[in-house]
Nanobody, 125 residues
Framework: HVQLVESGGGSVQAGGSLRLSCAAS????????MGWFRQAPGKEREGVAS??????????RYADSVKGRFTISKDDAKNTLYLEMNSLKPEDTGVYYCAAGERTYTTLDSHDYGNWGQGTQVTVS
């Protein structure tokens, strides 16, 4: 079991940017999927971005709603996952969760992830 701790959330105006970080408590297999999810009040949790690595190549998947605005990346040496969020919109508001799974492909299905962080609030007004 790996512990995940998110940071970097906050309140910004529409059009602004935030960078979320997720620190893992131990080494995670770079070939296994990691992802970002979000949950808005009254809505189901949705996948935002997912990443897996194969050698020096990273494979990435984004939800259509964030393509071109969000960038997922990771630093395997630091066991840290990132989410760079630009051109933020009010509909991006929610609690953002970092997750780690065992699939060796990108996936935005929350059922493919077994380890979750506690979440960090992002509010866009």
């Amino acid at each position: 079991h790996v512990q995940l701790v998110e940071s970097g959330g906050g309140s910004v105006q529409a059009g602004g940017s935030l960078r979320l970080s997720c620190a893992a408590s131990r080494y995670t297999d770079s070939r296994a999927c990691m992802g970002w999810f979000r949950q808005a009040p009254g809505k189901e949790r949705e996948g935002v971005a997912s990443i897996v690595s194969a050698g020096s190549t990273s494979y990435i998947r984004y939800a259509d709603s964030v393509k071109g605005r969000f960038t997922i990346s990771k630093d395997d040496a630091k066991n840290t996952l990132y989410l760079e969020m630009n051109s933020l919109k009010p509909e991006d508001t929610g609690v953002y969760y970092c997750a780690a799974g065992e699939r060796t492909y990108t996936t935005l299905d929350s059922h493919d992830y077994g380890n979750w962080g506690q979440g960090t609030q992002v509010t866009v007004s």
